[in-house]
């Protein structure tokens, strides 16, 4: 019965009944479930997705509009994942689709050089100053083992410095055990990932610039390439502290390391120039995605022009794409970025709207006692379970993850979408309106009280 009535209604149905959330019908979700865990592992196309951090099962997607989402069974939900930030400006813009559209009439795949590439070039180095040359990938995982080859080839170097809780796609040299100790040779953290690869990934607690430079220094001469989330989103959302950027920026110029900012999330999104913009630290090279296609398959990594220049055809530096700088997916991100560029004031909405959510939902957990860790910088935030300070891995382990599933089970039975694991960030778009703030807010509340049964 609920299913064809939008969230709002169903919200306001339900507030005057009774605390315990409506019932959404899934059946068709839930039939469509089934079939996919006949022929696609675990019945989802990336892992997340198969909601396994929090109980019951996936929701399948019909369309979405603005803040809207629609699931096969005709729920609306308020959407606080955007695809995973790339929705910044709400799901379908007009500006995007319509340039989807035009581009489509020139045919879907070339296989050789076109002038959106171009354009879309000038166009990331206009709004990514550290950024000389860049090349177009179609993803992010494609951009950041991309870039530490570069680094590699650049230095002749071999050993990589990740941070404990950055995540930077599935390459198998990312894969490597958060918790292993500083010092000492990583783990692999998913089988297939050989030792081989493992020793030559070094990892250290994120915020902690001392254990990187012990790292560095024990291993002087060997690392090629520091990498990290400047502004971490995949622990949850965890900011760097004061002066911590300026720190590793330090420690890579003194020791010839080059310094990556894998800015895949948070590029184009807390400011037009991403992370190095709003803390002003020039990272050596930059990695893309997300936002960059503006919902299509894209990716980017670029940097200094000496680095870059390692790649081929221009060096000896092997990388290559038969869909790279897809006509299409060019377009949508071109129309996207200049959208971002032309509209800077839209990252002062932005912000002004995620610090409503963060401060509201401060305030509702403190009012409940409960006193929880809210998260947030521009337009990413993260409600932690815990009542300590999160600033790394360890910390944001500490939180409570059976209370998070059931407040996300609570939340999306009252038609707000959020991300389905403790561990990640939600994205904020243009679409939420101060009006769906206090829609997110009133739901919040009472899904926290639902899930501590208060
Ligand atoms: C999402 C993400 C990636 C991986 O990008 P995919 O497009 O999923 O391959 C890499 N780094 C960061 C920081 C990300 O958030």
Known sequence: MFNAVGACQRYLLFMSESLTAPDLTLTTSDALFTRAKDHIPGGVNSPVRAFRAVGGHPVFMQSAKGAWLTDVDGNRYLDFINSWGPMILGHAPDLVLNAVQEAIQGSLSFGAPTRREVEMAELIKQMVPSIEKVRLVNSGTEATMSAIRVARGYTGRNKIIKFEGCYHGHGDSFLIAAGSGALTLGAPDSPGVTEGVAQD???????????????????????????????????????????????????????????????????????????????????????????????????????????????????????????????????????????LQEHPELYDQLNRTTTRIADGTRQICQELGLNYTVNQVGSMFSVFFTDKPVTNLEEAKQSDTEAFGRYFRAMLHRGIYLAPAQYEALFVSTAITDELVDTYLTACREAMREAHGL
Do not use: W
């Open 201 to 339: 990934t070094l990892t250290v607690p994120y915020n902690d610039r001392a254990a990187a430079e012990q790292v560095v220094l024990a291993n002087e001469g060997q690392v090629a390439a520091l990498i990290l989330e400047p502004v971490v989103g995949n622990m949850g959302l965890v900011a760097p502290q004061e002066g911590y950027l300026q720190g590793l920026r330090d420690l890579c110029t003194q020791h010839g390391i080059v310094l990556i900012f894998d800015e895949v999330m948070t590029g184009f999104r807390l400011a037009r120039g991403g992370a190095q913009e709003l803390y002003g630290i020039t990272p050596d090279m930059t990695t893309l995605g997300k936002i960059i296609g503006g919902g299509m398959p894209v990716g980017a990594y670029g940097g200094r022009k000496d680095i870059m220049d390692q790649v081929a055809p221009a060096g000896k530096v092997y990388q290559a794409g038969t869909l790279s700088g897809n006509p299409i997916a060019t377009a949508a991100g071109i129309a996207q970025l200049t959208y």
